[in-house]
């Protein structure tokens, strides 16, 4: 059972990226998604969630207005598309999937399973 990020690289500020989350092992289609980020030293950061349907959406502050969350239960793929991107966004990016929604699934205890990071590096 696997969840596999991508995406992830090194852009000037104010660029773009796409980072995908591909499941594999078993659907994950009627899990809640989400996207967290961690840097060195610092707790894993809650960036974004999905509920399974896409019919509700959750941002940090930080990334509102600049990041979108959606998915493609199709193809049981999460994406998270960033724009307009900032040096504080370098971080290693992880996808996660959380099988019940609550009230919003923000912390890391609400998932239950992982992907291997992506690195997203934004330069000055």
């Known amino acids: 059972v696997q969840l596999q990020a991508s995406g992830g690289g090194l852009v000037q500020a104010g660029g773009s990226l796409r980072l995908s989350c591909t499941a594999s092992?078993?659907?994950?289609?009627?899990?809640?998604r989400g996207w967290f980020r961690q840097t060195p030293g610092t707790e894993r950061e809650f960036v974004a969630a999905i509920d399974r349907n896409g019919g509700r959406i959750d941002y940090a502050d930080s990334v509102k207005g600049r990041f979108t969350i959606s998915r493609d239960n199709a193809v049981d793929t999460v994406y998270l598309q960033m724009n307009s991107l900032k040096p504080e966004d370098t971080a290693v990016y992880y996808c996660a999937g959380a099988a019940i929604w609550g009230v919003g699934p923000r912390t890391t205890k609400d998932y239950d399973y992982w992907g291997q990071g992506t690195q997203v590096t934004v330069s000055s």
């Open positions: 092992g078993r659907a994950f289609t009627g899990y809640a």
